[in-house]
């Protein structure tokens, strides 16, 4: 609490130095920093705690904790250098970097640098790398800390690029993995060649690509060898390398886009404790198609054992031990209760999935008068796993995940704008959990209307409402929220989500379970609150919320988090200049 | 962080400048972030499709524009930090907001160059590449504040 207090003592601060500069100018070159500070203070709440949902003792590293960012680069022309300082005073609870490295440590700190020359046809880059080949299924290396992920490449790259035709990029180093810095190099290169520039042709774009990338772990081979197990032989890792190739060709014209790639492991590769090691491989189709105010996509992916660890451990990897990226597909929803049970993949626990999904999207408007608009927007996606073995049962792939969505947004006029959403989704709950021979789907249907009102140039009212009707897993929620801002500096908000339905579905449900006389006893209905303010002030913004958080899966771009259910005071600052 | 206050107290004001960073434009070509100075002042919009605040800050400016157009020159660009997951549902989402011109940060490597961390945030450039201005986050009626941030720059 003394922290938390602290923290709002610094903040405070700031709000004194808030009439200083924006930018630093440093002789010829100038310097900006950028400051991210999340803080939560975790309170007692005694009606999670008599439920079993919120479990203090399981916070070893006390009652508060706090992820830090802080970020200097100093730039002088083509030339630019830079560090950033993560810290964990101690770390958030819920983050993999915890879980999977089980830190008792309270304090925890990790620098990235980098230099780089930037120029016109090439560029060099020493120190912390970020970089994707193509869609970056074969290689990714990124930061996102919604998720607490970065697995920034500690090394070298250089690129090349001859006249739009022909680009050319080298990389290698050794990967970030969660507060630690991982022992096995991984080296990479990329071609990509632009045939239409070749022909120059400039209307559209015909382009094909390449990427090579390899990882090295001393003693992989040794730790993961080939073995016979009742009876059957389980393939073991090959070598101490894994080779990664993959192809890509790239067609746009007028509207039209049709992207390919295919990427090959070439190697076994170890990637979970369930499966035995083996080669893995993925295809990704996907389809644009724009004409006026309508516009199409349609992706398609099938993908077997491709996840490809920075290292390779006999248990457990988390999220953030990967040096490639195949990101979740299915809609990343906004709206709370459709955001109850994201859809998280199955390939973890079945070795691999197929499907795709389609987004639908048309405005109606009237070019003249901007401030009226009708917008449509259709989405549907399917997952289904692959046939694979579990154990020494052979299983036929079946659907893991279903979601069709639609909502209408209607401006109409300056000051009032309405969204009607509607979500159907359909998920196999054991799936989610483990690879189970048996499906137990759940189905909810959530609706939702969002309005804003914007009283006067400064003042406006958000009202959100919605509701989950579900026959099975944790029945009926409803949701509200009401926000109101002052333009361009305070936003004020209160929500609340409530399950408010009573149900026991199988060995899932809000049934409390007890103990002493083995049946259900009673359910666990609860409200999950929480209120809010937000301030911002040019190159600073602050946030202060205190509530209730349910335990659930975190999703930020294609990867999720689990979250322990929580309630706490939540303070989060962001500064750059 | 009371280091940080240290150095911000006392600091010169002076614009920084664009910087350098290659990423995707609407037709899937990479071009520098440094291509879209041509001497027109114009507003910088870091969104993604899950960012409903942006989304909304995009559609006000966009209500606005024949308005503000008649006052002062300038332009409007998208940046979508969405990345492989969903950017092909960004390129469908900016067919509604025609005369942008947008550009997908599919690593996020010109969010980082920026040092945006959390969405909306939004810079005034002028025609040289000079930042002047940025805000971060939207609440509805704070794109006037851009508006008398760009009509200062003409």
Request: a negative charge; one cysteine or more; glycine letters at 8%.
């Amino acid at each position: 609490m003394k922290k938390f207090l602290l923290s709002i003592l610094a903040v405070a601060s700031v709000f004194v130095a808030e009439e200083a500069s924006a930018q630093i100018k440093a002789g010829e070159g100038q310097v900006s920093i950028a400051l991210e500070s999340n803080n939560i203070y975790y309170a007692p709440d005694k009606r999670m705690v008599d439920l079993g949902l919120d479990k203090p003792n399981d916070r070893i590293r006390g009652n508060f904790g706090s992820n830090d960012y802080l970020k200097v680069d100093y730039t002088l022309g083509r030339f630019s250098v830079g560090v950033q300082l993560d810290g964990y005073l101690p770390g958030l609870y819920g983050y993999d970097m915890y879980t999977y490295q089980q830190r008792n440590s309270k304090l925890t700190a990790f620098l990235t640098k980098y230099v780089q020359w930037e120029d016109q046809n090439w560029g060099v880059r020493v120190g912390d790398i970020y970089d994707q080949f193509g869609n970056g299924l074969i290689f990714r290396t990124y930061e996102d800390r919604n998720l607490g992920f970065n697995n920034s490449l500690a090394g070298a790259r250089a690129y090349y690029n001859f006249n739009n035709m022909v680009n050319v990029k080298v990389l290698a180093g050794m990967p970030r993995l969660y507060d630690v810095r991982s022992k096995n190099p991984v080296w990479g290169a990329d071609l990509s060649l632009s045939i239409s520039d070749m022909a120059g042709w400039y209307d559209g774009l015909i382009s094909i690509e390449g990427s090579y990338v390899g990882r090295y772990q001393k003693g992989a081979a040794e730790l993961f060898p080939s073995k016979e197990e009742f009876g059957t032989v389980v393939a073991g890792v090959d070598g101490d390398v894994v080779n990664m190739v993959s192809g890509r060709a790239n067609f746009e014209y007028k509207g039209f886009s049709l992207r390919g790639e295919y990427v090959q492991k070439l190697n076994n590769d170890k990637f979970s404790p369930a499966l035995s090691a083996s080669k893995g491989n993925v295809v990704n189709v996907d389809l644009g198609y724009n004409y006026k105010r309508f516009s199409a996509s349609v992706t398609f992916r099938r993908q077997v054992n491709m996840t490809a660890p920075i290292e390779l451990v006999e248990n457990g990897i988390g999220g953030g031990n990967t040096i490639n990226y195949i990101p979740l597909i299915t809609r990343q929803h906004t709206y709370s209760l459709a955001n109850l049970n994201p859809y998280r993949g199955t390939s973890v626990h079945t070795g691999g999935e197929v499907g795709g999904q389609i987004d639908l999207y048309y405005s109606l408007r009237n070019p003249k008068v901007r401030s009226k608009y009708w917008n449509f927007h259709a989405n549907f996606s399917m997952f289904n796993t692959i046939d694979h073995k579990l154990g020494n049962m052979d299983m036929e792939g079946r659907n893991a995940w279903i979601d069709f969505n639609f909502d209408v947004e209607r401006q109409w006029n300056k000051s009032v704008k309405t969204t009607l959403f509607y979500s159907y989704q359909r998920w196999d709950e054991e799936i989610n959990h483990y690879d189970a021979a048996v499906a137990h789907y759940c189905d909810s249907h959530i609706f939702v209307a969002d309005v804003t009102y914007k009283i006067n140039k400064k003042h406006s009212l958000r009202v959100e409402l919605q509701y989950l009707n579900s026959n099975d897993y944790e029945g009926d929620w409803l949701a509200g929220t009401i926000e109101y801002n002052f333009a361009p500096k305070f936003s004020f908000y209160v929500s609340d989500m409530w399950n408010c339905e009573a149900m026991q579905d199988g060995q899932y449900g809000n049934g409390i379970w007890n103990p002493d006389t083995l049946e259900y006893d009673g359910n666990a209905l609860l409200h999950y609150y929480q209120v809010g303010a937000t301030f911002t002030h040019d190159f600073l913004r602050l946030q202060l919320s205190y509530g209730r958080n349910r335990a659930g899966y975190v999703c930020s771009g294609g990867s999720c988090r689990y979250q322990p259910a929580y309630t706490g005071a939540n303070l989060s600052l962001t500064l750059s200049f | 962080m009371f280091l940080m206050l240290a150095v911000m107290v006392g600091v010169s004001a002076s614009a920084q400048q664009l910087p350098d960073v290659k990423i995707e434009n609407q037709e899937g070509k990479i071009v520098s972030t440094k291509s879209v100075v041509d001497g027109t002042p114009m507003i910088i919009s870091f969104w993604s499709t899950t960012c409903k605040p942006c989304i909304m800050e995009l559609n006000a400016i966009y209500s606005n524009l024949d308005e503000w157009l008649e006052e002062a020159d300038f332009k409007v660009v998208a940046v979508s930090v969405d990345d492989a997951r969903s950017v092909s549902r960004a390129r469908g989402m900016v067919a509604n907001w025609d005369g942008y011109t947008c550009l997908f940060d599919k690593n996020q490597d010109f969010k980082r160059a920026m040092n945006v961390s959390l969405t909306p945030h939004t810079f005034i450039v002028d025609g040289k590449g000079n930042v002047v201005y940025s805000h971060s986050g939207y609440t509805p009626g704070s794109e006037q504040e851009l508006f008398e941030k760009i009509k200062k720059l003409q």
